[in-house]
């Protein structure tokens, strides 16, 4: 087994009741697995690939061999997304940053409820699957950006501090057809202290 499953840092249902217990445990048992189950199955006749590091795997993806390479975007992009989607959640989590990437954030958008109206714009603008993100780019500013499907914004050199899975697998069982509503939830169980923490082993 190359890629095995992290385990989550909470119980299934800690993050009710604005992301319910039957959603996560399919997200993280089935489609988080299935992903995984996916990428070891084609890097099983590529033993030189399967020393790197998903990170690495993503950022050279278009030197990875032609007939993996669409896989390897999709299931490792669905690997690597997942493991820190999983992290930027906690129940229980404060309401809005602290630290440096709070003060960035103002520097960048204004206050943080704009930050907020920002993020949630691009994230309901997503069509069909896909993720909203936060990223530090080349020039260590923060930028939102949206990639389709299970794209990585590592394969972009973009570096994200924090992302939201708008898949409606991510939601549908509790909020159907209402993703804005599932988006507006997530804030409430966003993990502020990691992204804070993500921001500064990118920018030092
Ligand atoms: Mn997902």
Redesign the pocket.
């Known amino acids: 087994m190359l890629y095995t499953l992290p385990q989550l840092p909470y119980a299934y249902d800690a993050l009710e009741p604005y992301i319910d217990r039957q959603t996560m445990e399919l997200?993280h048992t089935k489609?988080?697995q299935g992903y995984i189950n996916n990428l070891n199955a084609a890097l099983e006749k590529y033993p030189e690939l399967q020393e790197k590091t998903i990170d690495a795997l993503l950022q050279e993806i278009h030197t990875i061999p032609e007939d993996i390479q669409t896989t390897v975007r999709n299931n490792g992009g669905?690997h690597l997304?997942?493991t820190l989607?999983w992290e930027w959640m906690k129940p229980q989590s404060s309401a809005e940053p602290q630290g440096r990437v709070a003060l960035a954030l103002k520097e960048t958008f204004g206050e943080f409820a704009r930050f907020q109206d920002s993020f949630n714009t691009a994230a309901k603008s997503v069509f069909g699957s896909g993720w909203a993100w936060l990223i530090v780019d080349a020039e260590g500013r923060l930028v939102i950006i949206t990639t389709p499907n299970q794209d990585a914004p590592i394969m972009k050199q973009q570096k994200p501090i924090l992302g939201l899975?708008v898949?409606e697998?991510?939601y549908y069982l509790k909020y159907q057809n209402r993703r804005p509503d599932y988006i507006g939830a997530w804030w409430h169980v966003v993990n502020w202290d990691r992204v804070e923490t993500m921001y500064r082993e990118i920018v030092g």
Do not use: E, M, S
Request: proline share 0%; no cysteine; glycine share 10%.
């Open positions: 997200h489609h988080h669905g997304n997942h989607f899975d898949w697998h991510a």
